[in-house]
């Protein structure tokens, strides 16, 4: 079975704190996604990899920054945590484009 | 107006009945169709896929693409207090992204 892990399932941090978000995927996919899950908005997409090293935007990137050093790594990244930013956050994984493996997701409090 | 709209409900069923979760879009070139089903304090899982129009069932789940009407649908036969979950659609675009529906809380009644 597929596993996709997250570092924390809650974070409770203070505005203008740095933040990192660690996904960790034991199939060898080349594909990872963070996205954020909001009541009434469903999952919308933040950022993506297709590759080590390689990162794209996706719908709602203002904000967050991604890196992607090894394969099986995926961390997302709020520079500088605000309120707005309370959320929460969902890591998938994917060989095939539509369906993706998610993690347990992180709840992020920012206060 | 969103690419995909879906009710979030909540929507509250007695065990045994039929339920219906539907999903309207507004682009023609989406192909690929998409339930996902998420638990509580759980990540969302695929349950089933469509491509491009028609029926496809699995056991007591049935999904259903109208690509006139654009308008997709999941039935659920002899529902169970352990369908309770939300569940989530979502399409492929051109540029292989999936556009997610909002979810609909699913709550069975034992």
């Known amino acids: 079975d597929v596993k996709v892990t997250q570092s924390s399932r809650y974070l409770v941090k203070r505005t203008g704190e740095k933040v990192f978000l660690e996904c960790v995927q034991d199939m060898d996919h080349e594909n990872m996604f963070w996205y954020r899950q909001d009541p009434g908005l469903g999952l919308r997409l933040i950022y993506f990899?297709?590759?080590?090293?390689?990162?794209e935007k996706g719908d709602i990137p203002e904000g967050y920054s991604v890196s992607r050093e090894k394969k099986e790594r995926f961390s997302l990244i709020l520079e500088s945590a605000s309120t707005n930013q309370t959320s929460m956050y969902l890591c998938?994984?994917?060989?095939?484009?539509?369906?993706?493996?998610f993690g347990p997701g992180t709840r992020l409090t920012v206060t | 107006q969103k690419e995909v709209e879906q009710d979030p409900g909540p929507l509250s069923v007695p065990e045994g009945a039929i339920v219906s979760l539907n999903c309207t879009y507004s682009?023609?070139?989406?192909?690929?169709f998409m339930w996902y089903r998420q638990y509580s304090r759980k990540g969302p899982e695929l349950l089933m896929y469509t491509y491009s129009s028609g029926n496809k069932e699995d056991g007591r789940f049935t999904a259903q693409v109208d690509k006139s009407s654009k308008y997709i649908s999941l039935f659920i036969r002899d529902s169970q207090p352990s369908d309770s979950a939300t569940y989530l659609c979502a399409m492929m675009d051109s540029n292989y992204q999936l556009i997610w529906g909002a979810g609909t809380k699913l709550i069975i009644k034992p």
């Open positions: 998938a994984s994917s060989l095939k484009g539509f369906e993706q493996y």
């Open positions: 682009n023609s070139a989406f192909q690929y």
């Open positions: 990899s297709y590759d080590v090293k390689m990162k």
